[in-house]
């Protein structure tokens, strides 16, 4: 069984882990591949990200143990 999204998440932590890092919204979807307003609304908790876009905004605002978690669902060519 192949895990196509993330479950809900306790979303306000994503941006608090943008913000502590300084970043703004744009530039951490930028970094990550993932469009803006997506981004945006995933941090509403309004959407979700795919396991493999989850992955990426982990690497870029530093949540390492995240990654970790994350790696091994992810489709080979898709780890970093």
Same mark, same amino acid.
């Given at each position: 069984?192949?895990?196509?999204?993330?479950?809900?998440?306790?979303?306000? =932590? *994503? +941006? %608090? !882990?943008?913000?502590?890092? @300084?970043? =703004? *919204? +744009? %530039? !951490?979807?930028?970094?990550? @591949?993932?469009?803006?307003?997506?981004?945006?609304?995933?941090?509403?908790?309004?959407?979700?990200?795919?396991?493999?876009?989850?992955?990426?905004?982990?690497?870029?605002?530093?949540?390492?143990?995240?990654?970790?978690?994350?790696?091994?669902?992810?489709?080979?060519?898709?780890?970093?």
């Amino acid at each position: 069984m192949q895990i196509d999204s993330t479950p809900a998440l306790n979303t306000p =932590s *994503l +941006r %608090a !882990a943008r913000e502590a890092k @300084g970043m =703004s *919204l +744009r %530039a !951490a979807a930028r970094d990550s @591949g993932i469009d803006p307003g997506h981004l945006s609304k995933v941090e509403r908790g309004e959407k979700q990200l795919s396991v493999e876009a989850l992955y990426r905004l982990a690497l870029v605002v530093d949540l390492d143990e995240l990654a970790e978690h994350l790696k091994p669902l992810l489709s080979r060519g898709a780890v970093a």
